[in-house]
């Protein structure tokens, strides 16, 4: 991350160290690296634990979730576009008995092989969809697979996204 901000920074320093504002810079500045170290732990504290008797999840900034296997009703797993690109990805939706999305795995942050061992270690039915969707057929078709914010028109630009 210093190496994103240094440049940036650099000449704000330069424009406002004649001016004796450079303290307000560099409040900025150790806001914005306090900010990028916290999304940086949130990124490495997420994962996510399976076994026969049901899942844990530890969300971004260490939210946690489990969930017994009596409550897992079924696993979807479908490819989507991903944002302005002609290559897809995978995700996969672990839903409640009742159709809830309890867990999502984006390709964007898993691999596929992560994707089949939480299938191969949890034992409840597998929807494979054949084909490829872009978020706006996820969203018309599938909305309540998507989180609350994905399920507005205007949060992805085009048809693509993921």
């Not at 897992?72 to 479908?78: D, E, K, T």
């Amino acid at each position: 991350m210093i190496a994103l901000t240094a440049p940036v920074f650099a000449v704000l320093y330069w424009l406002t160290i004649p001016h004796r504002l450079w303290l307000f810079v560099l409040a900025a500045h150790l806001l914005v690296m306090a900010l990028s170290a916290l999304i940086g732990w949130g990124y490495a504290v997420a994962s996510i634990r399976v076994s026969p008797e049901g899942l844990y999840e530890r969300g971004f900034f260490g939210h946690k979730r489990y969930y017994p296997v009596n409550e897992i009703g079924s696993i979807l797993l479908l490819e989507t576009y991903r944002d302005s690109a002609l290559d897809s990805q995978p995700q996969l939706f672990v839903c409640g008995n009742d159709g809830r999305t309890l867990l999502r795995m984006r390709g964007a942050f898993w691999q596929r092989t992560d994707m089949d061992l939480l299938i191969g270690i949890l034992d409840v039915p597998v929807h494979v969809v054949d084909g490829t969707f872009t978020m706006s057929e996820l969203r018309r078709t599938r909305p309540e697979l998507l989180y609350w914010f994905e399920r507005f028109p205007w949060t992805h630009t085009g048809s693509a996204g993921a």
